[in-house]
């Protein structure tokens, strides 16, 4: 336990393991919360019983695999970071379901947030691997990450159902859910911007004193 915890606090407190922790413990979250709000957008918007709904969770995980594969062809490791941008993009997308109500276009969208989404976290978790292995052994890494990635989806899964209890419309919990990811995915954008700030600022005085 103590072991587990001081992984946690290394990772946590490192600058770029933060940060790609931070970014993958979003995606499983969201990941989650998002099959919730499929299933519900598939019977409300398309029209499509619940046994039909399902088969729109398999379009959304090919688009995950497209961006996926995508990710690991183009972007190298020490670009890991200039993907981010793209999970507020995938956020802002997602409230477009709103306005969805064709089959065809709704699979097509469906694809293209879950091509935004693995295009995103492919490299995010290679650099959370990489960190995890520079500061610790890989076991302590994968079990820190396990933990705050089923964390997260237990948080999101339990705000979708306070959501449905205080009966929210489906339209304002899509377009909630959709800024929440954006918002949040900026604010950990805004975090590494701070840390390369500190960053620089403590090379700048090192090489000042010398």
Same mark, same amino acid.
């Given at each position: 336990?103590?072991?587990?915890?001081q992984?946690?606090?290394?990772?946590?407190?490192?600058?770029?393991?933060?940060i790609?922790?931070?970014?993958?413990?979003?995606?499983?979250?969201?990941?989650a919360?998002?099959?919730?709000i499929?299933?519900?957008?598939?019977?409300v918007?398309l029209?499509?019983?619940?046994n039909?709904s399902?088969?729109?969770?398999?379009?959304?995980?090919i688009?995950?695999?497209?961006?996926?594969?995508?990710?690991?062809r183009?972007?190298p490791?020490?670009?890991? =970071?200039?993907?981010m941008p793209?999970? %507020?993009?995938? +956020? @802002?997308? $997602? &409230?477009?379901?709103?306005?969805?109500?064709? #089959?065809?276009?709704?699979?097509?969208l469906l694809?293209?947030?879950?091509?935004?989404?693995?295009?995103?976290?492919v490299?995010?978790n290679?650099l959370?691997?990489h960190?995890?292995?520079v500061?610790?052994?890989a076991?302590?890494?994968i079990a820190?990450?396990?933990?705050?990635?089923n964390?997260?989806?237990?948080?999101?899964?339990?705000l979708?159902?306070?959501?449905?209890?205080?009966? =929210?419309?489906l339209?304002?919990?899509? %377009?909630?859910? +959709? @800024?929440? $990811? &954006?918002?949040?995915?900026?604010?950990?954008? #805004?975090?590494?911007?701070?840390n390369q700030?500190?960053?620089?600022?403590?090379a700048?005085?090192?090489?000042?004193?010398h």
């Amino acid at each position: 336990m103590c072991d587990f915890i001081q992984s946690s606090k290394t990772l946590w407190k490192d600058k770029l393991g933060q940060i790609s922790l931070s970014v993958t413990t979003l995606f499983w979250g969201a990941g989650a919360g998002l099959q919730l709000i499929v299933l519900k957008w598939a019977q409300v918007n398309l029209g499509l019983p619940l046994n039909i709904s399902t088969y729109l969770l398999g379009v959304f995980a090919i688009g995950i695999a497209i961006g996926a594969i995508s990710a690991a062809r183009f972007i190298p490791l020490k670009k890991s =970071l200039s993907v981010m941008p793209l999970g %507020v993009l995938m +956020g @802002l997308v $997602v &409230a477009i379901m709103i306005f969805v109500t064709d #089959l065809y276009l709704g699979c097509a969208l469906l694809i293209v947030i879950g091509g935004l989404a693995g295009f995103f976290v492919v490299p995010m978790n290679a650099l959370l691997q990489h960190r995890g292995h520079v500061l610790m052994s890989a076991g302590h890494s994968i079990a820190v990450q396990n933990f705050n990635e089923n964390l997260s989806i237990l948080v999101i899964a339990g705000l979708y159902a306070s959501m449905e209890y205080f009966q =929210l419309n489906l339209m304002a919990i899509i %377009v909630i859910f +959709g @800024l929440f $990811v &954006a918002s949040t995915m900026y604010a950990v954008m #805004l975090k590494h911007r701070a840390n390369q700030r500190e960053f620089d600022s403590v090379a700048l005085i090192g090489e000042a004193r010398h």
